[in-house]
């Protein structure tokens, strides 16, 4: 199982995919992707709503996409830009099929919540299996510094879906024991 939370989930989706092109072997079954950073274009509405605002927002979102890929003085540089790495930014592969059963979970109230959307959509439209939480309120990490009760939700839920990947047989199609 691949698990990540921000720029450790886009690592962590980054990884899943290389693991598929280049035919690795194990490849992981699952992949846990908490609030991933996977678009570096920051084109989206919840991009441009979070500018200022929040842990972690449009520009700080710039910067960080600017120290692993480069042009941190021009961020429109990379916009339109074809030779971008894709396992370095994921949403830019055109292929989401075969990927790892995926959790994805992102804050309704932060810069990613579109990209992480868009994702979990690209993945169903290629025959893929995506379990996608946007949790209301919440805002980049919430889990850590936010609202104590929407963690815990956030947190078992999680859990729990890691514990029925473990559990499912996919043969059978049947869980190996209840929980």
């Known amino acids: 199982m691949l698990v990540g939370c921000s720029a450790g989930a886009g690592v962590g989706a980054g990884a899943a995919l290389l693991a598929r092109d ?34 972690w927002n449009a520009q700080s ?28 930014v994921p949403a830019r592969h055109h292929d989401l099929s075969n990927l790892p059963i995926t959790w994805l979970e ?38 850590v510094w936010g609202v104590p009760r929407l963690a815990k939700e956030a947190m078992a839920a999680r859990n729990l879906w890691v514990r029925r990947q473990l559990e499912w047989d996919p043969e059978k199609k049947a869980y190996e024991r209840p929980f």
């Open 22 to 55: 280049r035919g690795l072997t194990p490849r992981p079954k699952w992949q846990l992707l908490a609030a991933p950073m996977l678009d570096d274009r920051n084109n989206t509405v919840s991009s441009k709503q979070y500018v200022e605002l929040g842990v």
């Open 61 to 88: 979102n710039q910067v960080g996409w600017s120290s692993l890929l480069g042009h941190k003085d021009d961020p429109n540089f990379r916009r339109n830009r074809t030779d971008i790495n894709i396992y370095s």
């Open 106 to 143: 992102v804050g309704s109230a932060e810069v990613f919540r579109d990209e992480v959307v868009d994702y979990a959509t690209r993945i169903w439209a290629a025959g893929g299996s995506a379990d996608l939480h946007v949790w209301q309120g919440g805002f980049h990490s919430f889990e």
